[in-house]
């Protein structure tokens, strides 16, 4: 069969997925999962207006299906299909990306129920990151033949007809051999897999089965020396959905309350105790986005891991950029976890172009404006919780001397209240070792005010 050569756009990129200077691999299976779901979006829609397809809602599904014989990964779908036009097409050329037109198609109309989330990253070809082969047997819907679309990398393609009982696509990945500096079997772990598909892909709104091995004590034939049943250890394989599909920031207000939202922080993080705020936004405008963010309540090891690595977990409708984007938290502000999920993200893979994106400067100057009124809601409400959480700042100091700019926010006279230094204050005063707002020095000290603003500190 002929070989076809992939469009020279696509060529650079395969040799940089094959040759992957790109080091996240495991990103893969989420790309190839992202394209399955928008494959499901797009039929789903098609049903909306077109009674033959014939599918319910609830028939939908991603499978995600290891055979370590064969060394392949395969991502099954019941979505739309690609016929052979669509496969080269769509396969072949990157600038041609599918998902692109689609959306583009849908501009001006804006249904509620469909969105696509393949814009960002480099899509269908990071499977060549993992992949020696990639095989896609596809079956597009109104069509009775399937297509098999294959291809080993950078010598090109072939496509021919094949069977495939119903509508929608395999991608069949085989991967690599284990090299001295990766060992790509790993991926051929399934619990591995499901990890990788819970960490990238967990509120992908289709449910994803795979099938999971256990370990389970059954009962055998055989009996002790009491004529007791023996018990042995026996492999099960259960098919089970493994993303949990409904990303609780997508959901309204009137849907889920504060308390659900802190049961979702602690499950994250352990059974960690409370956070002292929740902030819970649903921007829409300019840039649309959700965002659910917590501050801690009490130090423990979490705090620390925040103050050590801060971010925020970027998500593109469900799917997961990045887990901590450090460009959506200043400095000050880096004790603050949670997510933010804008369907309006043009995301590239790079670090350096999200430094650079415009809407995630908007959003992080948005998050900004509403942790600072949290905190000030709090200092007025609950001064309790609010003492907590400047412990938590003392307590970590790395996070402390990070606070540069709380200076600047005295400056404003935002009511934010910070600890006096003992050793001045007991200087100027005898307030002691309280804590103060800005209102009360002004209260009580108004006439020595410039004294005080010496004296005013953040550090213990
Ligand atoms: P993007 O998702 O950004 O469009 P990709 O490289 O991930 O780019 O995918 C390219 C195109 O290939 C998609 O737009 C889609 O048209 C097609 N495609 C990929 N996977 C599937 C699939 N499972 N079902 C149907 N079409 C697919
Ligand atoms: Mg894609």
Redesign the pocket.
């Known amino acids: 069969m002929a070989k076809k050569q992939f469009k020279a756009e696509s060529k650079r990129l395969l040799d940089l997925m094959i040759n992957s200077i790109y080091t996240n691999k495991e990103i893969f299976l989420r790309?190839?999962i992202?394209?399955?779901s928008?494959?499901i979006d797009?039929l789903c829609y098609l049903s909306l207006t077109d009674d033959q397809v014939g599918m319910n809602r609830e028939d939908y599904r991603i499978d995600v299906l290891v055979d370590v014989e064969k060394r392949t990964i395969t991502?099954r779908?019941n979505?739309?299909?690609?016929n052979q036009e669509?496969?080269e097409n769509?396969?072949g050329v990157?600038a041609k990306?599918?998902?692109?037109?689609?959306k583009s198609e849908l501009e001006g109309e804006k249904p509620e129920d469909i969105s696509?989330?393949?814009?960002?990253?480099?899509?269908?070809?990071s499977a060549f990151m993992i992949a020696d082969e990639v095989t896609?047997i596809?079956r597009k819907y109104g069509e009775e033949q399937a297509i098999c679309w294959q291809s080993k990398g950078a010598d090109g393609y072939t496509v021919s007809p094949c069977e495939r009982e119903q509508v929608?696509?395999d991608?069949i990945m085989h991967v690599k051999a284990d090299s001295e500096e990766e060992s790509y079997s790993d991926y051929l772990d399934s619990w591995k897999l499901r990890e990788l598909v819970r960490k990238y892909s967990d509120y992908v709104r289709w449910p994803i089965h795979m099938n999971i091995d256990h370990q389970k004590l059954v009962e055998t034939e055989e009996k002790d020396e009491n004529g007791e049943p023996k018990y042995e250890y026996q492999t099960i394989t259960e098919n089970q959905v493994v993303n949990s599909m409904v990303p609780i920031w997508q959901r309204s207000k009137s849907e889920v309350s504060d308390a659900d939202c802190v049961d979702f922080y602690k499950e994250k993080n352990h059974g960690r105790k409370d956070p002292c705020a929740l902030v819970r936004i649903n921007a829409e405008g300019a840039v649309s986005y959700k965002a659910l963010l917590f501050v801690p309540g009490e130090s423990d090891e979490n705090t620390l891991i925040a103050a050590e690595k801060p971010g925020i977990t970027l998500y593109s409708n469900g799917v997961m950029i990045m887990e901590k984007c450090e460009s959506l938290v200043s400095e000050h502000f880096r004790f603050v976890t949670g997510v933010v999920d804008s369907p309006d993200l043009s995301l590239n893979i790079s670090r350096e172009m999200l430094q650079h994106d415009r809407q995630l400067k908007v959003i992080a100057a948005n998050l900004e404006k509403k942790i600072k009124a949290e905190l000030k809601s709090l200092v007025a409400d609950n001064r309790e919780d609010y003492e907590k959480f400047l412990k938590i700042m003392e307590e970590n100091n790395n996070m402390l001397s990070q606070a540069k700019e709380s200076l600047n926010l005295i400056q404003e006279k935002d009511n934010i209240i910070y600890r006096i230094s003992p050793k001045r204050i007991s200087d100027i005063l005898i307030l002691a070792k309280g804590y103060v707002t800005f209102d009360e020095i002004i209260d009580n000290f108004s006439n020595r005010i410039n004294e005080l603003f010496i004296g005013y500190s953040i550090y213990p």
Do not use: C, R
Request: aromatic letters at 12%.
């Open positions: 790309e190839i992202s394209n399955a928008d494959a797009k991502v779908d979505g739309i299909g690609m669509e496969a769509n396969l990157i990306s599918g998902s692109y037109k689609f696509i989330i393949g814009q960002f990253g480099v899509g269908f070809y896609v596809t929608g696509t991608v």
